[in-house]
């Protein structure tokens, strides 16, 4: 079943779930190519062959520059049925909304298409196809809120159990108090250079000499008048290589030469604060809103498979038949899918 997405905010003061944004949309078929064909019936209303072609063309030229052979086949035949599915499910959403006389204002579509051009859309309000688009996530946005969102609540012992069962997202990284000596190449050709130098200081190190010192006498690096002190930092800010170095260290231990893009570094951990976790109440806000997502994800798939279940989902469609230009004659009788 496809994920509802996101794409409006603050018009009507909630983000709802609701269909990809605007379909593409083609040109008026030409005398030429007036023949059709149904490619699902969805209660009282159709979706024929060419809007369904219209709203997978993109992805269809995606599949056709990225894809060759039997493999192309298979791609395009998963996107037509993800295609085909997104259709029917905009269409009951569509119909449930006419039930329950879910309108949008015009004001409303034209706020939404300040909104969108705000964020790098491009849209044609000259063009009636995109805005009833528009209108159409509108309307699905008004839908989603009402039948689905408005009886959403969130209790505090759903909160406290989300926060056990997702601690890491609450964790706050591990900090480092680290000291450095940095042996930095001067050019591509001074490399071995710099990495027997590293090895001499490492050396050193190990007869018992002061790292501080040997910072002050050795290193490249800009805290070198300092004995190489980095100060405090946190994990995730390192290069790579100089976090996977330190990890395993206790405090006073020393990396063994580690190779950057930078130079030579050889490493102190001087003290390290181990992984801790935020307060449930510091993160209750963050807590709440991701509780309410997730109950929203579950009532909205729940409601939609509600319309799916009461509705009369009769599919015709035929992928063989699908590349067929859409004026071609009428293909042998399809097979249908009832629901």
């Given at each position: 079943?496809?994920?509802?997405?996101?794409?409006?905010?603050?018009?009507?003061?909630?983000?709802?779930?609701?269909a990809?944004?605007?379909p593409s949309?083609?040109?008026?078929?030409?005398?030429?190519?007036?023949?059709?064909?149904i490619?699902?019936?969805?209660?009282t209303?159709?979706?024929?062959?060419?809007?369904?072609?219209?709203?997978?063309?993109?992805?269809?030229?995606?599949?056709?520059?990225q894809?060759?052979?039997?493999?192309?086949?298979?791609?395009?035949?998963?996107?037509?049925?993800?295609?085909?599915?997104?259709m029917?499910?905009r269409?009951?959403?569509?119909?449930?909304?006419?039930?329950r006389?879910?309108?949008?204002?015009?004001?409303?579509?034209?706020?939404?298409?300040?909104?969108?051009?705000?964020?790098?859309?491009?849209?044609?309000?000259?063009?009636?196809?995109?805005?009833?688009?528009?209108?159409?996530?509108?309307?699905?946005?008004?839908v989603?809120?009402r039948?689905?969102?408005?009886?959403v609540?969130?209790?505090?012992?759903?909160?406290?159990?989300?926060?056990?069962?997702?601690?890491?997202?609450?964790?706050l990284?591990?900090?480092?108090?680290l000291?450095?000596?940095?042996?930095?190449p001067?050019?591509?050709?001074?490399?071995a250079r710099a990495?027997?130098?590293?090895?001499?200081?490492?050396?050193?190190?190990?007869q018992?000499?002061?790292?501080?010192?040997?910072?002050?006498?050795?290193?490249d690096?800009?805290?070198?008048?300092r004995?190489?002190?980095?100060?405090?930092?946190?994990?995730?800010?390192?290069?790579p290589?100089?976090?996977?170095?330190?990890?395993?260290?206790?405090?006073?231990?020393?990396?063994?030469?580690?190779?950057?893009?930078?130079?030579?570094?050889?490493?102190?951990?001087?003290?390290?604060?181990?992984k801790?976790f935020?307060?449930?109440?510091?993160?209750?806000?963050?807590?709440?809103?991701?509780?309410?997502?997730?109950?929203?994800?579950?009532?909205?798939?729940?409601w939609?498979?509600?319309?799916?279940?009461?509705?009369?989902?009769?599919?015709?469609?035929?992928?063989?038949?699908?590349?067929?230009?859409?004026?071609?004659p009428?293909p042998?009788?399809l097979?249908?899918?009832?629901?």
């Amino acid at each position: 079943m496809t994920r509802p997405t996101l794409f409006i905010t603050g018009i009507l003061g909630v983000a709802a779930f609701c269909a990809p944004l605007l379909p593409s949309v083609a040109p008026p078929v030409s005398a030429a190519h007036v023949e059709d064909r149904i490619v699902a019936i969805v209660n009282t209303d159709l979706i024929m062959l060419s809007e369904m072609k219209r709203e997978l063309k993109p992805e269809k030229d995606r599949i056709q520059k990225q894809y060759r052979g039997e493999e192309a086949a298979r791609q395009l035949a998963i996107v037509e049925a993800m295609t085909l599915t997104n259709m029917i499910e905009r269409k009951l959403q569509l119909q449930e909304a006419k039930a329950r006389s879910v309108e949008v204002s015009d004001q409303e579509v034209k706020q939404a298409v300040q909104q969108l051009k705000q964020q790098g859309e491009k849209i044609d309000e000259t063009d009636p196809a995109n805005m009833k688009a528009v209108r159409e996530q509108l309307t699905l946005l008004k839908v989603v809120d009402r039948e689905v969102r408005s009886g959403v609540m969130v209790a505090d012992p759903e909160m406290r159990r989300y926060y056990n069962e997702h601690r890491d997202r609450f964790s706050l990284p591990e900090e480092y108090t680290l000291s450095q000596i940095l042996i930095r190449p001067q050019s591509p050709e001074d490399v071995a250079r710099a990495k027997e130098k590293a090895r001499e200081v490492m050396s050193l190190l190990k007869q018992g000499e002061s790292f501080e010192d040997l910072a002050l006498r050795y290193s490249d690096g800009a805290n070198a008048s300092r004995g190489g002190k980095l100060g405090l930092v946190r994990q995730g800010e390192l290069l790579p290589v100089i976090e996977r170095g330190v990890a395993n260290l206790v405090p006073g231990g020393i990396s063994d030469v580690l190779q950057s893009p930078e130079g030579f570094h050889i490493v102190r951990l001087e003290d390290k604060k181990p992984k801790q976790f935020r307060p449930y109440d510091e993160g209750r806000l963050e807590i709440q809103s991701l509780v309410f997502q997730q109950k929203s994800e579950d009532m909205f798939q729940g409601w939609l498979s509600d319309l799916k279940n009461k509705a009369y989902i009769e599919i015709k469609f035929d992928a063989a038949a699908s590349t067929q230009p859409i004026a071609d004659p009428a293909p042998r009788p399809l097979p249908t899918n009832k629901r």
